[in-house]
């Protein structure tokens, strides 16, 4: 079992960043992969991004890349998303998961664990 824990949201400005962090339980953290994803009011969950296991490949979608960055520290069982650059449309909560398969996966489904999310708002 693993259990995960959101931190690091709020509310900000149309340009600014902001990074979030997941904090998980367990002794395999090293061995998933995580991924992020959102899901704004009225709309559905979406993928924003993922890492494999080791940090070596990571996945966004196209909303969020070249502002995005996820990144993982397999000492300190954390995986991170930091947010540049934001807009309005980034509002949302934001949802870590874990998933225990080597291939890195942008399916919402095909995760198996995840955290309650924390509140990201973009707002002028």
């Known amino acids: 079992q693993v259990q995960l824990v959101e931190s690091g949201g709020g509310l900000l400005q149309p340009g600014g960043s902001l990074r979030l962090s997941c904090a998980a339980s367990g002794r395999t953290f090293s061995s998933f992969v995580m991924g992020w994803f959102r899901k704004a009011p009225g709309r559905e969950r979406e993928f924003v991004a993922a890492i494999s296991w080791s940090g070596g490949s990571t996945f966004y979608a196209d909303s969020v890349k070249g502002r995005f960055t996820i990144s993982r520290d397999n000492d300190k069982n954390t995986v991170y998303l930091q947010m540049n650059s934001l807009k309005s449309e980034d509002t949302a909560l934001y949802y870590c998961?874990?998933?225990?398969?080597?291939?890195?996966?942008?399916?919402?489904?095909?995760?198996?664990?995840w955290g309650q999310g924390t509140q990201v708002t973009v707002s002028s």
């Open positions: 998961a874990a998933r225990r398969w080597v291939a890195i996966s942008r399916v919402a489904d095909e995760y198996d664990y």
